[in-house]
């Protein structure tokens, strides 16, 4: 892979990490609107940050994003993590699943890696 690129994804999944994290939303409605804390709780956000940060720091650690099974392998594991976490918390509803998987896409096609619903969905309970 070609240096500055790999910089390049580099960058912009350290900012998806630091910025752009569906939990990151959550908690500012946890903390602003009322009507969210029946829905959130401190511990599942941070159960799911934790996850989807880990997600990234495996991938960050990756020498090739070209290595499919290891990419899935990463992925499974964080999707079998939230389901986990769900299943405690029930805090994945329909707008949080969509975010949830909006953001898992957005960091596999950072490292152009190439997937489809099925790859997502075949783990996913929530």
Partial sequence: MEKNRHVEIREKLNMLKHQCKPTD???????????????????????????LDAFIDNILKLDSYSDS??????LKTLI????????????????EREQLYNFICEVLETIKFEYDDATIDKYRMW
């Fill in 25 to 51: 939303v959550w908690e500012d409605l946890l903390e602003t609107d009322v009507l969210y804390q029946d829905v959130y709780t401190d511990e599942g956000i941070q159960l799911i940050s934790t996850s």
């Fill in 80 to 95: 079998l993590e939230l389901n986990g976490i769900n299943n405690e918390s029930d805090l994945i509803g329909v707008e």
């Fill in 69 to 74: 099974n290891e990419v899935n392998g990463m």
